[in-house]
């Protein structure tokens, strides 16, 4: 038996369409598309360009001064007229007797700064993000964050008045009890504790701000999560708060390194001077080559000491970052 075939007609097969085209951009954007990146971040380049000029004036243009490390400098001929003489000002600074003193002063002092500023600026931004009291808090802040702005001109004289040897505070009150007077200015291994503690207290509010802020950028979801599993504020600062804030903590260990063969010579000016018992033990890079502009007028050796120091800076944060490079890729700097 025949299957009966059906009377209605065979559907119609639907004729291809063409695929669907991107919706036109606009003109404008279209052209914006085709700009540089230069020219469609126009406006980010100008707000960048004082910096830049600043840098320029600054920082760039003098360094054609070096070329006084390599000439014997007279002020009739002026920097670019005077005689050269080769390595003979790097020679002398090394026959100083006094390269390997004031770079190993240097870098061991630096290295301390470093290591306690960091760790007390960290602690101070961990204790003040987990304190309770508002106004409490905002005080604290700003208390710690005050001897930023005091000058070490200022602080040398509080200083002085604290530890002069004759009626100095410190001084006054031990003989009133009866005890013997000490010289702290006479004794260079005190300074070994002192320099240490003076530059954290100066330093500890700007670092802790610093810090700080880092913290405030933490989601305060995993902290609740933390809390709700039974983790204690030692815990949450251990598993939450360290390793959230470690790309923080590297980078700015990272540009202190850069930092670690130059030294706050302001400080050490300031607070030591030309004191001959303690120069020996807190002469560092800096302040000899202040001591060489002002006292022998002597621009060639000066010039080679700040060379030499700003080499050796480059070379530590190039090894340093290379280091941070083979631990971690995304932490290094460049």
């Given at each position: 038996m025949r299957p009966l075939k059906s009377a209605l007609p065979a559907p119609r097969q639907p004729a291809p369409r063409d695929p669907p085209r991107a919706p036109a951009l606009p003109a404008r954007r279209s052209f914006r598309l085709r700009l540089t990146p230069a020219a469609r971040n126009w406006v980010l380049y100008l707000m960048f360009a004082p910096l830049a000029a600043y840098m320029l004036v600054f920082a760039y243009v003098p360094m054609a001064?070096?070329?006084?490390?390599?000439?014997?400098?007279?002020?009739?001929?002026?920097?670019?007229?005077?005689?050269?003489?080769?390595?003979?000002?790097?020679?002398?600074?090394?026959?100083?007797?006094?390269?390997?003193?004031?770079t190993l002063n240097t870098v061991l002092y630096n290295v301390?700064?470093?290591?306690?500023?960091?760790?007390?600026?960290?602690?101070?931004?961990?204790?003040?993000?987990?304190?309770?009291?508002?106004?409490?808090?905002?005080?604290?802040?700003?208390?710690?964050?005050?001897?930023?702005?005091?000058?070490?001109?200022?602080?040398?004289?509080?200083?002085?008045?604290?530890?002069?040897?004759?009626?100095?505070?410190?001084?006054?009150?031990?003989?009133?009890?009866?005890?013997?007077?000490?010289?702290?200015?006479?004794?260079?291994?005190?300074?070994?504790?002192?320099?240490?503690?003076?530059?954290?207290?100066k330093w500890v509010g700007f670092g802790s701000v610093l810090y700080l802020a880092a913290i405030t950028g933490i989601d305060q979801e995993c902290y609740e999560a933390a809390m709700l599993d039974g983790a204690d504020v030692f815990q949450r600062v251990r598993y939450i708060t360290l390793p959230l804030i470690r790309p923080t903590i590297v980078v700015l260990v990272l540009l202190g390194v850069g930092r670690i063969m130059r030294g706050e010579f302001d400080m050490f000016?300031?607070?030591?001077?030309?004191?001959?018992?303690?120069?020996?033990?807190?002469?560092?890079i800096d302040t000899l080559v202040f001591r060489s502009l002002v006292g022998s007028q002597d621009f060639g050796m000066a010039s080679a000491a700040g060379l030499y120091q700003s080499v050796l800076c480059f070379v530590i944060i190039v090894i340093v970052n290379q280091a941070v490079r083979r631990y971690d890729r995304a932490h290094a700097l460049f």
């Open positions: 001064g070096l070329v006084v490390a390599f000439k014997e400098y007279n002020y009739q001929q002026g920097i670019f007229g005077s005689p050269w003489n080769g390595l003979e000002n790097f020679r002398f600074f090394y026959e100083s007797g006094k390269l390997l003193q004031v301390v700064f470093l290591g306690a500023y960091t760790g007390f600026s960290l602690l101070t931004a961990v204790l003040i993000s987990e304190m309770s009291g508002r106004r409490f808090k905002k005080l604290a802040q700003s208390m710690l964050f005050l001897p930023y702005f005091i000058s070490w001109v200022t602080v040398s004289a509080f200083v002085y008045n604290i530890f002069n040897f004759e009626y100095g505070l410190l001084n006054s009150g031990l003989r009133r009890a009866g005890l013997e007077a000490l010289d702290i200015y006479g004794h260079p291994a005190l300074w070994y504790l002192l320099l240490p503690v003076f530059f954290v207290w000016y300031q607070l030591i001077g030309n004191n001959g018992n303690l120069i020996d033990n807190t002469d560092i």
